[in-house]
């Protein structure tokens, strides 16, 4: 976890919410490590995991404060759950990707617009040795159904997540329902941590792209699937409504959500890199 931020009162409140919900998994509040402005104004941004865990929102976010003389408080946590912190006006804009539960968050009342602003892809990872033969497969349905047929190790982040929504649809395409078995493991974790835990049992499991590449070289987890379009991976920055949640900010989420589309934003998510490699790709690219 990066150095915890000056906090609000309604970022307090934020905390004892996921606790009152029950809300399980590591979740990361704070403002990323980034200096303390005098007098600045708070805005409160409830993202996934992995935007934070890459260290994208390292390089995005100062340019934006600065300009604004504004901090930005990161909760980082899965994609329902950042989703149910804005329907509660504890976050002033949410960027996350699960594109069906953005819509209706939109649609429900508690969103203004879901802007489309980057993208890159979900993995199936895996053993090198691939007892499941899963790396075989033409597309992700089969490489899942070859693991539910071998009852391999399966490591699901289990916490209604970006990437679990994903991963729940393609088992539903392999198998027509949920898997079900001691085989396979829901641990209510973010993407880092499921990513160690398939890594120290040798596991399969799925990952964004972003996340996965910030961990190469301390796991030993090779990419098995990769390329099927039901993989691709939006990202959708949404600002909270002021007619459901009047105290919100809605005017530097405005101002957040101008940033990530502008050719300054664009241009920090393209050049972005780790290890060398690209994580994230700008929607107009």
Same mark, same amino acid.
């Given at each position: 976890?990066?150095?915890?931020?000056? *906090?609000?009162?309604?970022?307090?409140?934020?905390?004892?919410?996921?606790?009152?919900?029950?809300?399980?998994?590591?979740?990361? #509040?704070?403002?990323?490590?980034? $200096?303390?402005?005098? &007098?600045?104004?708070?805005?409160?941004?409830?993202?996934?995991?992995?935007?934070? @865990?890459?260290?994208?929102?390292?390089?995005?976010?100062?340019?934006?404060?600065?300009? +604004? +003389?504004?901090?930005?408080?990161?909760?980082?946590?899965?994609?329902?759950?950042?989703?149910?912190?804005?329907?509660?006006?504890?976050?002033?804009?949410?960027? *996350?990707?699960? $594109?069906?539960?953005?819509?209706?968050?939109?649609?429900?009342?508690? &969103?203004?617009?879901?802007?489309? /602003?980057?993208?890159?892809?979900?993995?199936?990872?895996? $053993?090198?040795?691939?007892?499941?033969?899963?790396?075989?497969?033409? =597309?992700?349905?089969?490489? /899942?159904?070859?693991?539910?047929?071998?009852?391999? $190790?399966?490591?699901?982040?289990?916490?209604?997540?970006?990437?679990?929504?994903?991963?729940?649809?393609?088992?539903?395409?392999?198998?027509?329902?949920?898997?079900?078995?001691?085989?396979?493991?829901?641990? &209510?974790?973010?993407?880092?941590?499921?990513?160690?835990?398939? @890594?120290?049992?040798?596991?399969?499991?799925?990952? =964004?792209?972003?996340?996965?590449?910030?961990?190469?070289?301390?796991? @030993?987890?090779? #990419?098995?699937?990769? &390329?099927?379009?039901?993989? /691709?991976?939006?990202?959708?920055?949404?600002?909270?409504?002021?007619?459901?949640?009047?105290?919100?900010?809605?005017?530097?989420?405005?101002?957040?959500?101008?940033?990530?589309?502008?050719?300054?934003?664009?241009?920090?998510?393209?050049?972005?890199?780790?290890?060398?490699?690209?994580? /994230?790709?700008? =929607?107009?690219?």
């Amino acid at each position: 976890m990066r150095a915890t931020a000056r *906090v609000s009162p309604r970022f307090v409140t934020v905390v004892l919410l996921t606790t009152v919900l029950g809300v399980s998994g590591v979740i990361s #509040i704070g403002a990323s490590g980034r $200096p303390e402005r005098v &007098g600045a104004a708070r805005l409160v941004l409830a993202t996934t995991t992995s935007t934070e @865990n890459s260290g994208l929102l390292g390089a995005l976010l100062p340019p934006f404060e600065e300009r +604004n +003389n504004v901090v930005v408080d990161v909760i980082a946590v899965g994609t329902g759950q950042a989703l149910q912190i804005g329907r509660s006006g504890d976050a002033d804009v949410v960027m *996350v990707h699960a $594109p069906d539960l953005e819509r209706r968050f939109v649609a429900d009342g508690y &969103g203004l617009e879901r802007v489309y /602003f980057m993208y890159n892809d979900f993995v199936l990872l895996g $053993p090198a040795d691939d007892p499941a033969d899963a790396s075989s497969a033409s =597309d992700a349905a089969g490489a /899942f159904a070859r693991i539910a047929q071998a009852e391999a $190790p399966f490591i699901s982040r289990g916490d209604n997540s970006g990437t679990h929504v994903k991963e729940l649809e393609i088992w539903n395409t392999a198998l027509g329902r949920a898997a079900e078995g001691s085989w396979y493991r829901e641990i &209510g974790q973010g993407m880092g941590a499921v990513i160690t835990l398939a @890594n120290e049992q040798q596991a399969y499991t799925v990952a =964004d792209r972003g996340t996965y590449l910030s961990y190469i070289g301390a796991v @030993n987890l090779p #990419i098995l699937l990769e &390329g099927d379009p039901v993989l /691709f991976n939006p990202y959708g920055v949404i600002a909270v409504d002021p007619e459901r949640h009047p105290h919100v900010n809605v005017e530097l989420a405005k101002a957040l959500i101008d940033h990530l589309t502008s050719a300054e934003g664009r241009r920090i998510i393209r050049e972005y890199r780790v290890q060398g490699e690209q994580l /994230f790709f700008p =929607d107009r690219d």
